[in-house]
C-alpha cells in the first residue's frame, strides 16, 4: 500500500509539473469555477454561484463537464439568481425532464448482465464499446435554454466533452489509437488559451488511457450542442452528433483543473467523493482505459484557492435528485421524476441550498438566509 501510495504521489507531481510547464498563456481570467458533474443534482452549481457572487469572489470563466453544463449555461445566460432559478426549476426544464425514458433496446436482463461483465472485467475490456446504441435512457431532442443576454460580469464559458473517434460500425472490434479525444467548445480568448493543451488524461499521464494526448478546441458550436454533447454520459444516454461528428460527455474529463489553471490565476474546485465501484468506477476503466479514482486523487493533490466539499453530495441530496427504479414488469430500467411540478421545484431549491452552504464554508463565510 505505501508503495502505491509513493507512486501515486511521484505521478501527482509530474503531472503538476507537466500542467505548470503547459501554462505559457498568460492566464487570461482572474477566477475559474469548475464545475465538475453533478448529475441530476446539478442545480447545486446556483447555489455555489450565488455564494460567490454574493461575497465578491464572482468568476470570470466557468469550465463545466456533464450535468453542470446545463448550469453553466443558465449562469451564462441570465444576469442574476433569482432569474436563473426561475428557469432551472421553470415548468418548461420540468417537461423536460419528464420527456426521459427507457430505452426500448435495453431490456433489463442485458443490462444486468452488462453491469456485472463491467464489474469483474472492466480491465481486460479491449473493444470499443457501442456508445450509440449501448444506452439506457432516451432524451427529448430540444434541450431548453434560457435565450442569452448581456450583462455585466458576465462569465466566458468553456463546456466540457469528448469525441468519438471510431464509427458506429467499429463499435465491438478491436481499435488501434485513442478512442476520443478530449473536446472543450469554446470560444475568442478563451479558444485562443487552450489551444495546443495536452490532455490530462492522455496515456502519457495514465498508461493504456483511450484518450488522446492532445486536447481539441471547437469554436462556433451551439451552445445547446455542446451542452446536449456534454452531458452524453456513456451507457446512460446515446453519444450526441454535431455536423457528422459523434460526442460523448465531459466524463472524458470530469475534474478539468488543469484546463482551469492555463485559463485562470485563481481556482473554485470541489472535492468529489470517489467513483463507486460497481456502476461508476468500472465504467470509467472499460470505456476510456484509465482509473477514475486515481484521477480523482490525482485531481485532489492539486492546488486550487477555495476547494468546495461536495464528497456527500450523494448522501445529502439522496432524495433531492431524479432517481431511478427496476420496472421488472416493463423488463427495463426507468428514471423517477418528483411526481408533480411542486415537488420538482422543491428538489432544485434543496439543491440550491446545498451548493449555497457548501460554498460558503469553502470561503470561510456563515451561511446566511439567502435563498434562491
Not at 187 to 207: I, T
Not at 209 to 220: E, L
Not at 250 to 265: H, T
Request: hydrophobic share 45%.
Amino acid at each position: 500500500m505505501q508503495q502505491k501510495i509513493k507512486k501515486d504521489s511521484a505521478k501527482t507531481e509530474h503531472l503538476s509539473m507537466s500542467v505548470m510547464a503547459q501554462a505559457t498563456a498568460a492566464q487570461p481570467y482572474q477566477r475559474c469555477l469548475v464545475m465538475a458533474g453533478g448529475g441530476f443534482r446539478f442545480g447545486y452549481y446556483l447555489g455555489m454561484m450565488a455564494a460567490l457572487e454574493q461575497h465578491q469572489r464572482a468568476p470570470d470563466v466557468l469550465v463545466a463537464s456533464c450535468g453542470a453544463a446545463i448550469a453553466a449555461a443558465v449562469i451564462r445566460n441570465l444576469p442574476d439568481n433569482a432569474s436563473r432559478f426561475e428557469f432551472l426549476s421553470s415548468p418548461q426544464m420540468y417537461a423536460y425532464w419528464c420527456g426521459l425514458g427507457s430505452n426500448p433496446q435495453k431490456k433489463l436482463s442485458t443490462t444486468l448482465k452488462d453491469l456485472g461483465q463491467r464489474a469483474l472485467w472492466s480491465r481486460f475490456m479491449q473493444t470499443a464499446p457501442d456508445l450509440y446504441q449501448d444506452y439506457l435512457f432516451e432524451v427529448p431532442p430540444l434541450l431548453p435554454l434560457p435565450e442569452p443576454q448581456s450583462y455585466a460580469g458576465a462569465p466566458e464559458l468553456a463546456i466540457i466533452a469528448g469525441r468519438v473517434l471510431y464509427p458506429s460500425a467499429a463499435a465491438g472490434s478491436r481499435i488501434g489509437g485513442p478512442w476520443f479525444e478530449e473536446t472543450v467548445f469554446a470560444e475568442g480568448a478563451l479558444a485562443a488559451a487552450l489551444n495546443g493543451m495536452v490532455s490530462p488524461l492522455a496515456p502519457v499521464h495514465f498508461p493504456g488511457s483511450r484518450i488522446a494526448p492532445q486536447i481539441r478546441v471547437q469554436s462556433g458550436v451551439a451552445l445547446t450542442d455542446a451542452v446536449r454533447a456534454s452531458i452524453s454520459d456513456m451507457y446512460y444516454f446515446r453519444c450526441h452528433e454535431i455536423a457528422g461528428q459523434a460526442y460523448i460527455g465531459g466524463v472524458v474529463d470530469l475534474f478539468p483543473i488543469e484546463i482551469a489553471s492555463r485559463l485562470a490565476s485563481q481556482i473554485v474546485m470541489e472535492r468529489k467523493a470517489p467513483y463507486d465501484r460497481l456502476l461508476g468506477l468500472p465504467a470509467v476503466r472499460a470505456v476510456l482505459g484509465f482509473d477514475g479514482n486515481q484521477r480523482i486523487r490525482e485531481v485532489n493533490q492539486q492546488f486550487a484557492d477555495y476547494w468546495v466539499d461536495t464528497a456527500d453530495m450523494t448522501s445529502a441530496l439522496t432524495k433531492h435528485q431524479i432517481g431511478k427504479r427496476i420496472n421488472w414488469r416493463a423488463n427495463r430500467i426507468e428514471l423517477v421524476m418528483p411526481a408533480t411540478y411542486p415537488q420538482f421545484r422543491q428538489m432544485l431549491q434543496l439543491q440550491w441550498d446545498y451548493g449555497y452552504q457548501r460554498a460558503c464554508l469553502a470561503l470561510g463565510v456563515e451561511a446566511g438566509r439567502n435563498a434562491a
